[in-house]
């Protein structure tokens, strides 16, 4: 039965979401050989995540998500297609992992698939703060999604690339259009406590110089900035840039080898609290950076969700 009051779904070729083959390279450099082994060993152990679902009559009988090894640090899921309740084909996998870090949402679009087997959410957390994830329930949650309704949602992300930000890094804005926006932007979040209005474009677009001062060239510190970046492609926007702090630094082990796990900010308006992100890597390259330091790089950011919010 059709969801009457479901966020707004765009729905695009299979083949604009890209492919999960440079996601499982995070995991191994020979993904053609390891991860079909890793996928049987995951049907050793399965687990079928219910997400938002409360019974199972409420999951969608023509697909079953299930993950697996049970209790391994990376779950391994596979979405596959059923009929008359026996399996039929493997149509998506994916790794992912759980993070602690949650954020209370509202899904304002969903980005989905002509096969209906995968998607990019949407999230609004208020404050004009948007986040696009990966939606690893998405096969058990998409017929229960509901518009304006808030979630709680588990935030993680696998890194691609990682690099230390050199300390006083910094840039000198010398276009005028440039100078305008960056002074104007700073007078308005001071005006309003550190927040953004509804209408901070139409302010910026207002705003007007008012000594020569206002008009001189500016220099960022970006050094200590918090930033993030949602990629372009639709269907992609799950694929983001940022720049934050480290807050916490742990392991995991997988398969035999280890990542190291960030804690980073991911969004921070001033006076506000951090928005936090889990991120994964096995690289060893990225395994020395210290909390407090600021970091950036590339990111593959997925969301879990498994209840409403209060």
């Known amino acids: ?55 199972e009559c409420d999951m969608d009988g023509d697909t079953w998500l299930i993950q697996g090894p049970n209790k391994a640090a990376v779950q391994l899921s596979q979405v596959i297609a059923v009929e ?29 698939c002509k096969s209906n087997t995968q998607a990019v959410l949407r999230l609004n957390l208020g404050a004009n703060n948007i986040i696009y994830a990966f939606d690893s329930l998405y096969s058990v949650n998409h017929a229960h999604y509901e518009k304006d309704q808030p979630y709680v949602v588990n935030l993680n992300a ?15 804005v010398d276009d005028p259009a440039s100078i305008k926006h960056h002074r104007a932007l700073n007078d308005i979040l001071a005006a309003n406590n550190g927040v953004a209005p509804d209408n901070l474009q139409e302010q910026i677009d207002a ?37 934050g702090n480290i807050v916490g630094k742990t392991t995991m082990q997988f398969m035999g080898q280890d990542y190291t796990l960030y804690d980073v900010t991911l969004i921070h308006d001033e006076g506000q609290p951090a928005t936090l992100i889990r991120i994964a890597t096995r690289n060893d390259q990225y395994r020395d950076f210290q909390i407090g330091q600021y970091i950036r790089g590339n990111l593959w950011i997925q969301a879990n969700i498994y209840r409403k919010a209060a």
């Open 207 to 243: 705003w007007q110089p008012q000594c020569e001062e206002d008009k001189e060239p500016v220099t960022v510190d970006f050094s200590k900035m918090v930033a993030y970046l949602y990629g372009e492609t639709m269907g992609q926007e799950d694929e983001a840039w940022f720049q």
């Open 84 to 112: 008359n309740n026996k399996p039929q084909a493997v149509k998506t996998a994916f790794p992912c992992f759980e993070s602690p870090y949650q954020v209370k949402a509202t899904i304002d679009r969903i980005i989905s």
């Open 1 to 55: 039965m059709k969801n009457q009051n479901s966020p707004e779904i765009i729905t695009i070729d299979d083949q604009n979401f890209g492919s999960h083959v440079e996601h499982w390279t995070l995991l191994t450099e020979n993904p053609g050989s390891d991860v079909p082994q890793w996928l049987g060993k995951a049907l050793d152990a399965p687990v079928m995540p219910m997400g938002l679902c409360t019974q």
């Open 158 to 172: 696998w890194a691609y690339e990682l690099e230390a930000v050199a300390e006083h890094e910094h840039l000198v």
